[in-house]
């Protein structure tokens, strides 16, 4: 097919008029069946790489995307387009991924996106060897290696794929952000005579600042003076999920109109916080780096970052979303040199999990072949970590990953060589690398976006003109008493919900009087219980009270219930009985515990949190609570797992509502 052949169906298929001159020399090997590693920024038009040569082949044409939210938006805009292109991820039901399967393995869809997860699904590797494959996209392909920003070992398994291919079968990698170390690291493991293009990464309609501060306070008074004089709608980024929340609300006390978004919401509330963005109902979306990629808003007017990322190659992917349209956008990073350094080294530290873990799972597996859970359980060991771990131990040939029928399983090699820690402790070294030149980078007196091109291997770059520096510019905060006293009245009003509903209880969402780790809260409640402090002080008393009159108003409780203690004595009982004294709601002691259980901080998984407490509540008289609405006392929520027992076992005895209420949320919890 000549470019001229093909642009006239380009016109007929995307309505577009021409291929870039880089666009079409990938297109043109695609079609020569080569294997290419496409490195170009964001907005250039990588999909459109594969997504045309996807229409002309005969076959399916597999795309393995991280982005949930990018094969939503990209399937929409097919699809408008006729082009029958369906996704498989894990916010779909198994029914719906098992026709789209089905459906593929007919040959009726053209373009399929698809979860790199799923090369660890039975059914999907059975069913992609009867497919009539055309070709393999492998998107965000720095996931591949370990030197990338966002590793993730599922994307392995794609290389596995990959290599099974013939030589003339197409395969392309696409990326906007990869070092000169993580290019060689792609075209090595996709190998066969790779071919690779990098294009010139400079952006300069983006307007590059950092802000210097000293506190958190700085950074909220900041956005609530400065967020409405903003152009346009944009994306906050924070470092936890909980600040997403915390800012989200802010905003919303100073009437912005703002939401949050992250990976522990429901995939309706995220798809819905995605479709406001793209429609701008919203001044802001504040969000953990779940948001952004795949999103394709081309008017993205700011981004900001209230967190320092831990590499300049993260932080060029997140604010590469702004200002895709070409026209000017606001990229702003708050930085604290004392107290914005620990989230990210936290985050470097924990980027493999410790050696004496990975030496529990290989020691467990030496005893017995389990399943994924079975190791989570035996081992006490998060599922995250635990991904990792046994990515790791197949990879060094130390654990042998075993199909029967529809089950997985996991046994320790006959022979396997002694674990090699030299991989990730060289890892380790190189993040720190990242990360110590992410802080040069605000800290940097020359131009920034000369300096994240410079460190992404752009060998085109020039400065900007248009940064901080180029323009000797300055972004800086004065704090007055009336935005201080905005800030400490907001903080004294918002109440974290707990959502425990479910439609197999009859509990409902909850509230917190504040979250633990933001606030002196956590350090009362660690002084009463650990430090022989006394009861839970009396404005602890007042702050819980004001949270349930937010939450639940005027409403009246037959009877007020508290979780038994494990190891805090009668601190919440007598906190408790405050509480029904004040609300003058009748109070009883009849929850028990049948069987001791343990500390549920002990345990690092939420598997082993709901073992430890199922089954093990008791109510002394249960017709008591026929017909009764409970309001349900606790001091700590973290994983919930304890509250939704008790929630289930006064559903069993008859209640028909069970409202919680707490003192304090953990920022962690199980994720």
């Not at 009859?506 to 006394?534: C, D, E, F, P, R």
């Not at 602890?540 to 009159?549: E, I, Q, Y």
């Not at 009985?577 to 901080?601: C, E, M, N, W, Y």
Request: net charge positive.
């Amino acid at each position: 097919m000549t470019r001229n052949q093909a642009e006239t169906k380009l016109q007929t298929t995307f309505n577009l008029s021409k291929f870039y001159d880089t666009q079409w020399e990938v297109i043109e090997r695609v079609f020569n069946g080569e294997r290419i590693l496409l490195i170009e920024k964001t907005g250039f038009g990588k999909s459109l790489c594969y997504q045309f040569p996807a229409t002309q082949f005969s076959g399916t044409t597999v795309i393995f995307s991280p982005l949930i939210a990018l094969m939503r938006d990209q399937v929409n805009k097919l699809q408008q387009l006729g082009i029958n292109a369906k996704c498989i991820n894990s916010n779909q039901t198994s029914e719906e991924n098992e026709q789209i399967i089905e459906e593929a393995k007919n040959n009726k869809i053209k373009i399929l996106y698809i979860a790199p997860e799923r090369m660890e699904n039975v059914e999907w590797l059975q069913a992609a060897k009867t497919m009539n494959l055309s070709m393999v996209v492998v998107d965000e392909a720095h996931c591949i290696s370990v030197w990338g920003h966002d590793f993730r070992p599922a994307f392995r398994r794609i290389i596995n794929l990959v290599n099974l291919l013939p030589k003339n079968f197409p395969v392309l990698a696409t990326t906007a952000t990869a070092t000169k170390r993580v290019e060689e690291d792609i075209k090595k493991q996709i190998g066969k005579n790779i071919a690779s293009y990098r294009g010139n990464l400079i952006r300069d309609n983006l307007r590059l600042w950092v802000v210097h501060v000293e506190s958190e306070d700085e950074k909220m008074i900041w956005l609530g003076k400065n967020l409405p004089n903003l152009t346009g709608s944009g994306i906050i980024y924070t470092g936890t999920q909980v600040n997403t929340e915390i800012y989200s609300k802010w905003f919303e006390y100073l009437n912005i109109n703002s939401t949050f978004y992250n990976g522990g919401l429901d995939s309706e509330t995220r798809q819905r916080v995605e479709e406001g963005l793209l429609n701008n109902s919203y001044k802001c979306v504040v969000s953990t780096n779940a948001l952004g990629m795949g999103i394709d808003k081309p008017d993205i007017r700011f981004i900001i970052h209230t967190q320092i990322p831990v590499s300049p190659i993260h932080y060029y992917q997140e604010i590469g979303r702004a200002g895709r349209d070409g026209n000017p956008s606001n990229i702003i990073l708050f930085y604290n040199k004392k107290d914005d350094l620990a989230l990210p080294q936290a985050f470097i530290d924990g980027g493999r999990p410790p050696i004496k873990k990975y030496q529990r799972v290989i020691n467990v597996l030496k005893r017995e072949r389990l399943g994924r859970n079975g190791v989570i359980k035996k081992t006490n060991i998060k599922q995250t970590q635990i991904n990792v771990i046994l990515s790791d131990l197949i990879e060094q040939g130390i654990v042998n990953q075993v199909i029967e029928g529809r089950r997985k399983y996991y046994e320790y090699k006959f022979n396997a060589p002694e674990l090699n820690t030299e991989p990730f402790e060289t890892l380790r070294t190189a993040k720190q690398t990242d990360f110590a030149k992410m802080i040069e980078y605000a800290e940097l007196t020359s131009c920034r976006m000369k300096f994240l091109c410079d460190f992404l291997g752009d060998d085109f770059s020039t400065t900007c003109g248009v940064c901080d520096n180029d323009r000797g510019k300055r972004l800086g905060i004065t704090i007055t008493n009336d935005w201080q006293n905005k800030l400490t009245d907001f903080r004294e009003s918002y109440f974290p919900v707990l959502k425990v509903e479910s439609r197999t209880s009859k509990i409902v969402n909850g509230i917190a009087a504040s979250y633990y780790g933001v606030s002196n809260v956590g350090q009362a409640l660690h002084n009463s219980k650990y430090q022989n402090g006394g009861d839970f002080p009396d404005w602890l008393l007042k702050l819980t009270l004001k949270a349930f009159r937010k939450h639940y108003g005027k409403e009246r409780f037959d009877v007020v219930l508290y979780i038994p203690p494990t190891e805090s004595g009668d601190l919440v009982k007598n906190f408790a009985q405050k509480i029904a004294k004040v609300l003058k709601f009748p109070i009883s002691d009849g929850l028990k515990k049948t069987r001791v259980t343990d500390s549920q901080k002990i345990f690092q998984t939420g598997l082993l949190k709901r073992d430890n407490v199922k089954n093990a509540f008791t109510f002394e008289d249960a017709n008591d609570l026929v017909g009764k609405s409970v309001l349900l006392v606790d001091d700590i929520y973290d994983s919930g797992a304890t509250i939704k027992e008790v929630g289930r076992y006064l559903t069993k005895l008859g209640a028909i509502k069970i409202a919680p209420l707490i003192i304090a949320k953990t920022v962690g919890g199980d994720i």
